[in-house]
């Protein structure tokens, strides 16, 4: 699920600013399931419960042919887009419930027993002074817990014969974060600026209208994370909070979330008091997670 929200529309439509929900949490498993339908009626009524309705999105079964594999990908019934009745002398008033929410939740065939269920990966990638990248290692997880981070985390550690680790950067998942903590006491934890960004983007293309608002928002706060000092972040702060008065969801949204409690993780005020080579996301091009599930 992106990182992670979804507006309630049908406040919306009795006059009500819409409510921000991230059910990341909610649809993260270490379950294994027998059987495809298991696992769809978990996702639905873990869905259910939370007010969200989980839709099939495609569904496709291994065939003899080569790098095929079961796999069931599930949605949000709000996904999409507003199709537009094509007849120009339509005149009922209708409203829709789609949203484009980018929920997805995906479920694999484990090709044991037919088994379904989703093991968090962790891959740890290094970086050098010219920005290339190398792999330190991988391990499947049996949850995303502290406890089973601080065991990864320490068998790298295991492997440190010389120098030290100071910097680390990581998505906002807050077990691994206290797990870097609790084995590398020392190293400064930066967070993943461009999954951030994303997050706010797709927060303010929610909430915020029209796109010309969206716009300015969205050059205020590259404006404000890019603040070489704390005294230009204070005034780029300004700015921004004065862009976003009458937008007080999204504003709300990027305080609490994420200027209060992280900004010396990923504003250039802070992260550039350590030596991190210009790199603040996680590694690969692609900028996949350092933790991330994958079917298995």
Not at 16 to 24: G, Q
Not at 52 to 78: D, H, W, Y
Not at 160 to 171: H, K, N, P, Q, R
Request: net charge neutral.
């Amino acid at each position: 699920m992106c990182d992670d929200v979804e507006p309630n529309f049908d406040a919306m439509n009795d006059g009500v600013e819409p409510v921000m929900i991230d059910l990341t949490d909610v649809f993260t498993t270490g379950m294994m399931f027998d059987t495809r339908d298991e696992l769809l009626k978990w996702a639905r009524n873990v869905g259910r419960e939370n007010g969200i309705v989980v839709m099939i999105f495609r569904s496709e079964i291994a065939t003899a042919r080569p790098r095929t594999r079961t796999k069931l990908i599930l949605g949000c019934e709000r996904s999409g887009k507003y199709r537009p009745w094509k007849n120009p002398n339509h005149t009922r008033s209708t409203w829709t419930r789609k949203c484009d929410c980018p929920f997805r939740l995906r479920g694999t065939g484990s090709n044991v027993d037919d088994g379904w269920y989703r093991m968090p990966l962790l891959e740890i990638i290094g970086v050098t002074s010219t920005e290339m990248t190398l792999c330190v290692g991988f391990a499947y997880l049996q949850s995303e817990r502290v406890d089973n981070f601080t065991w990864a985390l320490q068998m790298v550690k295991e492997q440190i014969t010389s120098g030290e680790v100071e910097v680390i950067v990581t998505d906002r998942d807050l077990a691994l974060m206290n797990a870097v903590e609790n084995v590398f006491p020392k190293v400064v934890n930066l967070l993943c600026l461009f999954h951030i960004c994303k997050n706010v983007k797709a927060t303010c293309k929610m909430t915020v209208f029209p796109k010309k608002k969206q716009v300015q928002i969205m050059e205020a706060w590259e404006a404000l994370i890019y603040s070489y000092d704390e005294a230009q972040y204070y005034m780029k702060l300004a700015i921004f909070e004065g862009i976003c008065s009458s937008c007080s969801i999204f504003y709300d949204y990027v305080h609490e979330q994420w200027l209060i409690p992280h900004k010396e993780r990923f504003v250039e005020a802070w992260t550039n008091r350590v030596m991190h080579f210009g790199l603040c996301t996680l590694g690969t091009p692609q900028h996949k997670g350092l933790s991330r599930h994958i079917g298995v």
